[in-house]
């Protein structure tokens, strides 16, 4: 079965900073990747997704990701950061089967400091 | 945004008693899926449908029980209802075409509270 590791529980960045989130992953094949983006009382917003070719996706709201499978990694890149992106940021990975479940990491929350 | 509608979105129920929680679509995604969201857990699948009376357990059915007799509705019961489930429920849809590669689309959620 797959897994998803987000090592940061918390990070916070000043506005017009850069941000990077890291996502690492357990799967034996070429899985599908994403991210989801939650603001505070809201549900989820599909981000960006990988499924395979370009291994950088672009996504909504100037964030993009690159998948490195050398490292089992698909992390999530924004070169400047506005007070409007503090909110939890998951990662998730599907399976190439018929059951299209996906697993989710445990959230980067995101703080933006003026 | 999918057309997805969770009811109740928010409730305060007592140990013991019975909930449902509803999800409504109106995209005839064939996939629906129940998530609880707890912090530093993620979002964990509870039960998920791959078509009308067609349902499979997750990874925390425990407690948890589905139907689903019409495609643009998914029903989360518990039976009896415990502290510990306490969460934010999430309904997610998801397309059955292979081009869609498991993406899934998320409701606004129910927030749950059991004393």
């Known amino acids: 079965a797959q897994s998803v590791t987000q090592p940061d529980i918390h990070i916070t960045v000043s506005e017009g900073a850069s941000l990077e989130l890291r996502c690492n992953y357990s799967?034996?094949?070429?899985?599908?990747l994403f991210w989801y983006v939650q603001s505070p009382g809201q549900g989820l917003q599909l981000l960006l997704k990988y499924f395979s070719g370009d291994t950088l996706v672009q996504g909504i709201k100037g964030f993009e990701a690159e998948f490195k499978r050398s490292q089992s990694s698909f992390n999530l890149r924004k070169p400047s950061v506005h007070w409007s992106d503090a909110a939890e940021y998951f990662c998730a990975v599907g399976e190439q089967s018929n059951d299209y479940k996906l697993s989710f990491g445990a959230g980067t929350t995101v703080t933006v400091r003026a | 945004d999918a057309g997805i509608t969770q009811s109740p979105r928010h409730k305060v129920t007592e140990t013991g008693t019975p909930v449902t929680l509803r999800c409504h679509q109106t995209?005839?995604?064939?996939?629906m899926y129940w998530y609880r969201q707890d912090p530093g857990h993620g979002l964990r699948l509870i039960h998920y449908s791959y078509g009308v009376k067609d349902t499979d357990k997750g990874e925390v059915s425990d407690g948890y029980s589905v139907s689903r007799s019409k495609t643009e509705d998914f029903l989360l019961t518990l039976e009896s209802a415990t502290s510990s489930q306490t969460s934010v429920y999430f309904c997610?849809?998801?397309?059955?075409?292979?081009?869609?590669?498991?993406?899934?689309?998320f409701g606004p959620g129910t927030r749950l509270t059991v004393l």
């Open positions: 995209e005839n995604h064939r996939y």
């Open positions: 997610a849809i998801s397309e059955s075409m292979a081009s869609s590669y498991n993406e899934q689309f």
């Open positions: 799967y034996g094949a070429t899985p599908y």
